[in-house]
């Protein structure tokens, strides 16, 4: 039962970390750019998703949206949601990372002659990335823990499962729970793993 | 689609279950800066094994979700002991003790920003222990990250519907009430959703405002 539950949390979790990763690269990136028309529509996605309740989110997407003619299924509605609620905190991580890039870096791309690409892709993504990286864990941590909310709208997830197997086994309940527990904490602790290998490889430079 | 005279049929109902939304994020606020304080002060205890309890107790919090350690209070607490609390006392527990290991790290960055020479002084000065916390370094410490409590407002009043899965009859559930008896979806679930938007959007305005009013204070 927890291992089907698992299944279904990770494929939510890594599904929804794609979407909120995309956004936040895009919306993080876009809210500097040159254009105030692509700053303004950035700010606004930021400001918005920052601003909303993920779990009336989710409830707005799969209950509310058929009635305005878009049917989404259990599984796009709570990828979208969570990826495009973590996405907007993520796209701050990202803009912050990339304003605090020093500025000479900038300077220095100039009078070397690359291009506005190569500025972006070859001197400040690789630096704000490695300060994006903690910040960015603790993130994933959030999605993960914001996964368990899809129980709502009864996809079947880990949170899913025990409550079934509590309907089943009610004298046990404490220790499904305190397993269900132990289980987010071992998976956190996954993502906090990985984020300080991904670290050591990408400070290996310095 | 949307229909006018229903939503303002509504809207009370919504508006009264709102208001308990707000009423348990405060007190779950309350709660969680009260815990915060006391995590973050044990944190810096002078016993090692002390300081290792507290950091795996945050630890552990952090990384599990909300929505089951809601169901652990609400359902194993009372077979596991003879206490047994209703759904809104449960609620403001668990967004207090999981928002309190937030906040003990915004108590830390403010504790951490104390100068060295403040801890020492005391010493010299012949302070309890307790002296120095509540005269010396708390007074110092907390008034610079106040805003960032305000964040944790903004995110505790947003994390409130998740109350609804122990059956606290919040906006959300209210919502899903009404929804169930008329079988119209749309407008009581983009109601909740505006108030919330509403909410958090004036309260971060009134962050905002603070933590320019701070800035004013403290480092001009």
Known sequence: ?206 | MWDWSYAAEILPGLLKAFRNTIGAALAGFGLAVVIGLVLAMFARSRWGPVRWVIRSIVEFIRSTPLLVQLFFLYYSLPMLTPLSFSAFATGVLGLGLHYGTYLSEVYRSGIEAVPRGQWEAAKALNLSRVKTWFSVILPQAIPPVIPMMGNYLIVIVKETPTLSAITLVEVLLSAKNTASITYRVFEPYTIAGILFLLLSLVLSFGVSRMEKIMKRRYAG
């Open chain 1, 1 to 206: 039962m927890f291992a089907r539950g698992a299944g279904v949390t990770l494929k939510v979790a890594l599904l929804s970390a794609g979407v909120a990763l995309l956004m936040s690269l895009l919306a993080g990136l876009g809210s500097g750019s040159r254009f105030a028309f692509v700053r303004a529509i950035c700010r606004l996605y930021i400001q918005l998703f920052r601003a909303v309740s993920l779990l009336v989110l989710l409830f707005w997407m799969y209950f509310a949206l058929p009635f305005a003619g878009i049917e989404l299924s259990k599984l796009l509605s709570a990828v979208l949601a969570i990826g495009l609620n973590i996405g907007a905190y993520g796209a701050e991580i990202v803009r912050g990372s990339v304003a605090a890039v020093p500025k000479g870096q900038y300077e220095a791309s100039i009078v070397l002659n690359l291009s506005q690409s190569q500025r972006l892709w070859r001197v400040v993504f690789p630096q704000a990335f490695v300060r994006m990286l903690p910040p960015m864990g603790n993130l994933m941590i959030e999605l993960l823990k914001a996964t368990s909310l899809i129980y709502f709208i009864t996809l079947a997830d880990l949170t899913y499962e025990a409550m079934i197997l509590r309907n089943n086994y009610y004298i046990w309940t404490p220790y499904i729970f305190g397993m269900l527990l132990g289980i987010y904490f071992l998976l956190a602790a996954c993502i906090t793993m990985a984020i300080r290998i991904l670290e050591r490889k990408f400070t290996a430079w310095r």
